[in-house]
């Protein structure tokens, strides 16, 4: 093999490059195979829209998220259909969805659409074919004299569009393609309530086989009858994405409640359509929801009781805080700053939103060489992506909206007076709060832009922090984070001291102000005495990592411990902190690496390193902190032994997650301890 590689290479240094003329032919057939991947691509995109669209209004979410991430990675850079008007129009059944509109039982999907349509046509291709053959039995001169031949039927026909393919296969309706996956630019929205008001009572539709005749109806272009051609076939459809915001939702129909679009992991975001877009004058705070918001937010005293907690307020580490980018240290400039400890649970939360905006979406473009380097807008660009998607999170899956809360101190007129008659004790913030609400993400993202001064500065007169809280827990409903999300009725967003609780970092991370991180709930007890502690109900985009779980006191389950995205949030020693890699499929390399052997004295063999950043906005960090994870396959041994003491409290915590790491690198700093 060497020789004749060796041959070649003399033969190229020895013999002049010959060059060839451009091939007409050529070029052709080059245009062609790559109009036949267009084609095959648009096919599978169509056809994934379609069985996305069915999943989403027949409440099937788990089985939605699955063929969302099972078909991720395909097709990725195929432009996503992002609306059911659009999907119809690039099928051709704008006139179907239309008809269906007036139907007495009208379907709910565009599938369900075009079955019921080809099989009421095959019944009649079946009943036209049944009563030929009474006269005409098959094999006779007649009846084949009837028929084209192959080369007849192709030369009389035009060629085969998308919609040929989709729809009108040679044999049935088949989708000859993969599934492709979907372009990140879009989440689903899909809620377990859109379950329930679907009618029990519309009929079913097998998928039937259906084989073209002579007495198929078809127009002159060869599609199926109520089958339209799309005006933006050649334009919109094979033109590239340029959308910048994964969790866009469209408008449509007017009447529709789903809008086709996807999402690089969970959660799914539903929307609502055909009410106001949202309320642009806003509303002043009622003295009663600000009384809930601070009893959801605050503890209240050990012997003032339900009342207490009303008449609590933010301790200057929240006050005139708000969600500021580091300026100081150009490699850290995706960093969100923290002034004060306490909004620490918050700050992690949030920065761990705009961490997966500046590397995982499409429109991502922050990486140089291989590092973090955003620049000032595309930091700015995604704190707006990261509070729409926490407000929508937080709100769609219930309440099919999203609550802004802003504060404006100068809407109340003599508020002293007013407030004390309705037996409301003012902090100067709460009660000061205009309330907008969303009812699409289009909208949401518009308006946070507008307002995004208000979420950006430490101003005295500027409650950033505060305002984001009050959004998702308004968002949520103050009354279900108490009732439904806390195990206990005391629990409360702020503990002691002013640091955040889990329930406060599981509401932003996972829309629900859930009191634990175990996987699922648990039953302690029986009977009337059961205790139900309550805990993560699907794989979270984002892992959570902590150091009681080093100390047994706290379990932290799969589905926060192996996310959707290379992202933790880190609870240590009462401070949250961020560790994240910059590879998308970290985590999946990490879990199928075959040992290696050892760059260090061990005897035991070694997985190849990899790579970890971390990220404190507390500890005014002047450089870049990296990690790098050497793992052995005996999940005993480690460098420093078996004392605790001598181990930084963040390598027990990266060992709750790889217990086999043996040792871990610090780069651009010493060892925290």
């Known amino acids: 093999m060497s020789t004749s590689i060796h041959n070649s290479t003399s033969s190229k240094q020895h013999s002049p490059p010959t060059v060839k003329p451009p091939s007409k032919s050529g070029s052709l057939s080059a245009a062609a195979a790559s109009a036949t991947v267009s084609a095959s691509n648009a096919t599978a995109t169509l056809s994934a829209s379609l069985v996305k669209e069915y999943l989403a209004a027949r409440g099937l979410e788990r089985t939605l998220e699955a063929f969302k991430l099972e078909h991720l990675q395909f097709l990725k850079k195929a432009p996503p259909v992002s609306s059911r008007q659009e999907l119809a129009e690039q099928l051709g059944i704008t006139k179907l969805v239309r008809q269906n509109k007036a139907h007495d039982q009208p379907l709910k999907t565009q599938l369900e659409i075009i079955v019921r349509h080809l099989s009421t046509h095959s019944q009649k291709d079946s009943n036209s074919t049944s009563k030929t053959s009474e006269t005409l039995r098959p094999g006779t001169a007649e009846s084949v004299k009837s028929r084209p031949t192959t080369a007849q039927s192709t030369a009389s026909k035009s060629p085969p569009t998308i919609k040929d393919e989709l729809i ?33 009572s519309r009929p079913q539709t097998a998928t039937p086989s259906i084989m073209k005749g002579n007495n198929s109806k078809e127009n002159s272009d060869g599609i199926l009858e109520g089958f339209t051609r799309s005006s933006k076939e050649k334009s919109a459809f094979f033109k590239s994405s340029t959308s910048n915001n994964d969790i866009q939702v469209l408008d449509d129909f007017d009447e529709d409640e789903y809008s086709i679009s996807s999402y690089v992991g969970i959660p799914l975001l539903p929307s609502k359509f055909g009410g106001p877009n949202h309320n642009t004058q806003g509303s002043l705070i009622t003295t009663q929801k600000a009384m809930q918001l601070r009893k959801a937010v605050f503890p209240g005293t050990l012997t003032g009781g339900e009342e207490s907690r009303a008449r609590m307020t933010f301790s200057e580490e929240w006050k005139g805080k708000g969600f500021c980018f580091n300026v100081m240290q150009q490699d850290l400039a995706y960093g969100l700053v923290q002034v004060k400890g306490g909004p620490c649970g918050l700050l992690a939360a949030v920065q761990v939103y705009v961490l997966k905006y500046l590397l995982f979406v499409d429109s991502a473009h922050s990486l140089r060489n291989g590092k973090l380097r955003p620049g000032k807008q595309e930091c700015q660009a995604s704190l707006v992506d990261a509070i729409a998607e926490i407000l929508w999170q937080a709100g769609g899956m219930r309440h099919r909206k999203a609550v802004v809360a802003i504060y404006n101190p100068n809407l109340r007129a003599n508020p002293g007076g007013n407030l004390q008659r309705e037996k409301y004790t003012p902090d ?61 009725l005391d629990s409360s967003m702020i503990g002691r001291h002013g640091y955040c609780t889990q329930e406060m970092v599981n509401l932003i991370l996972v829309g629900q102000a859930i009191s634990n991180v175990h996987d699922g ?153």
Not at 170 to 193: E, Y
Not at 435 to 462: H, I, Q
Not at 545 to 560: A, C, I, N
């Open 168 to 200: 009108a296969g040679p044999t049935s309706i088949a989708f000859q393609t993969p599934l492709g996956g979907f372009n990140a630019a879009n989440p689903r929205a899909v809620s377990a309530n859109t379950a329930q008001n679907v009618s029990a």
């Open 428 to 488: 100067g913030i709460t009660e000061n709060m205009e309330l907008f609400e969303f009812f699409g993400t289009t909208e949401l993202k518009s308006f946070l832009t507008a307002k995004l001064s208000t979420f950006t500065v430490n101003d005295p007169n500027k409650h950033g922090l505060i305002q984001l809280l009050y959004s998702a827990i308004l968002s949520r409903g103050a009354d279900t984070v108490r009732e439904e999300d806390f195990d206990e």
């Open 521 to 673: 709930d648990y039953r302690l007890g029986e009977g009337a005495d059961v205790k139900v502690l309550k805990g993560i109900k699907r794989t979270s985009q984002f892992g959570y990592l902590s150091l009681f779980e080093h100390y047994g006191s706290m379990k932290v389950g799969e589905y926060m411990k192996t996310p959707h995205l290379p992202i933790f949030v880190i609870c240590s020693e009462s401070h949250f902190t961020v560790l994240f890699s910059v590879e998308r499929d970290l985590l999946s390399k990490v879990d199928n690496a075959v040992p290696v052997k050892s760059r260090s004295k061990a005897t035991t063999p070694t997985y190849e390193p990899f790579l970890l950043y971390y990220y404190d906005g507390l500890a005014n960090q002047d450089c870049e902190i990296s990690l790098e994870v050497e793992r052995t396959t005996d999940s005993r041994r480690h460098e420093h032994g078996s004392s605790d003491a001598l181990v930084p409290p963040l390598e027990q915590v990266i060992r709750t997650k790889w217990a086999d790491a043996m040792s871990v690198k610090w780069i651009g700093s010493d060892a925290l301890l």
